[in-house]
């Protein structure tokens, strides 16, 4: 296991508690899945704008929610005036982001909204959480096995990783770029909102994104054939038929008298 990794591992547990390893696990199968469903019902409708994907905004908490609801330590937090209830674990906010509709837009120079709602800066503040009711059905719990030599080196992390978290209230964002064609890039980590809109991350890492997310999820809509397309066919041409005997004399016509208002 990479020191990058072991990091990441350390912060998810020391924000997360117990859950941590789990719930940063399971973050890229939620989004891929999301995406692949959002996407397919983009390519079912055959709109030619992007209204029915760009609903995922709303769909990839609710999906966070069916995942993460009824696990120990773990809240149903719904933002006042929110459209969407969020997965609040060990008392820290998962917030789902879409930063990008394109691979090369820079997360860190990307404000959380133009400007930040009220609603979105409240999550940064300490939540007086009242849990929701939630009709779903937590998934069953998947355990993430660590050698007893790297938990030891994961307990040598987690101990520097307490002193950088523990000065500031941090929340968990699940950052991705995407549109309709493919699920981009993929970060996650833990920030403060900075006055200028921008976060400031404590730690933020790229989480790795499928192959098969990449490209090739939507179908091409089906071509349809011009009027004036392909190749003219080449006319038939026949021999003419010579007169028999001269042309027939059509009988002269004498022209019509019109009255004076015509």
Same mark, same amino acid.
């Given at each position: 296991?990479?020191?990058?990794?072991?990091?990441?591992?350390?912060?998810?547990?020391?924000?997360?508690?117990?859950?941590?390893?789990?719930?940063?696990?399971?973050?890229?199968?939620?989004?891929?899945?999301?995406?692949?469903?959002?996407?397919?019902?983009?390519?079912?409708?055959?709109?030619?704008?992007?209204?029915?994907?760009?609903?995922?905004?709303?769909?990839?908490?609710?999906?966070?929610?069916?995942?993460? +609801?009824?696990?120990?330590?773990?809240?149903?937090?719904?933002?006042?005036?929110?459209?969407?209830?969020?997965?609040?674990?060990?008392?820290?906010?998962?917030?789902?982001?879409?930063?990008?509709?394109?691979?090369?837009?820079?997360?860190?120079?990307?404000?959380?909204?133009?400007?930040?709602?009220?609603?979105?800066?409240?999550?940064?503040?300490?939540?007086?959480?009242?849990?929701?009711?939630?009709?779903?059905?937590?998934?069953?719990?998947?355990?993430?096995?660590?050698?007893?030599?790297?938990?030891?080196?994961?307990?040598?992390?987690?101990?520097?990783?307490?002193?950088?978290?523990?000065?500031?209230?941090?929340?968990?964002?699940?950052?991705?770029?995407?549109?309709?064609?493919?699920?981009?890039?993929?970060?996650?980590?833990? +920030?403060?909102?900075?006055?200028?809109?921008?976060?400031?991350?404590?730690?933020?890492?790229?989480?790795?994104?499928?192959?098969?997310?990449?490209?090739?999820?939507?179908?091409?809509?089906?071509?349809?054939?011009?009027?004036?397309?392909?190749?003219?066919?080449?006319?038939?041409?026949?021999?003419?038929?010579?007169?028999?005997?001269?042309?027939?004399?059509?009988?002269?016509?004498?022209?019509?008298?019109?009255?004076?208002?015509?």
């Amino acid at each position: 296991m990479s020191t990058s990794e072991m990091e990441a591992l350390a912060w998810a547990r020391r924000v997360f508690g117990d859950l941590g390893l789990r719930i940063r696990a399971d973050l890229m199968p939620v989004l891929s899945a999301t995406h692949s469903r959002y996407a397919a019902t983009q390519a079912a409708l055959g709109l030619s704008s992007a209204e029915p994907y760009g609903l995922m905004w709303l769909g990839v908490p609710k999906a966070l929610v069916e995942k993460f +609801a009824g696990l120990p330590g773990v809240d149903v937090y719904r933002p006042k005036r929110g459209r969407y209830h969020l997965p609040v674990i060990n008392g820290v906010p998962l917030i789902p982001w879409r930063y990008a509709k394109d691979r090369v837009t820079d997360l860190d120079k990307t404000p959380f909204g133009q400007p930040v709602s009220e609603t979105r800066k409240s999550l940064f503040d300490t939540l007086s959480i009242q849990p929701s009711l939630f009709s779903g059905e937590p998934e069953g719990e998947e355990k993430i096995e660590l050698t007893p030599e790297q938990l030891a080196e994961l307990d040598a992390y987690e101990k520097e990783v307490r002193d950088l978290a523990a000065d500031r209230p941090l929340v968990a964002i699940l950052a991705y770029a995407s549109n309709p064609e493919a699920l981009l890039r993929c970060f996650f980590g833990y +920030a403060q909102l900075r006055n200028d809109g921008l976060l400031d991350w404590a730690f933020c890492e790229e989480l790795q994104v499928s192959g098969s997310q990449t490209g090739g999820l939507v179908s091409a809509p089906a071509v349809r054939t011009a009027f004036d397309a392909g190749t003219p066919e080449e006319p038939v041409l026949r021999p003419r038929t010579p007169l028999q005997g001269p042309p027939a004399t059509e009988p002269p016509t004498t022209p019509r008298k019109t009255g004076d208002g015509e």
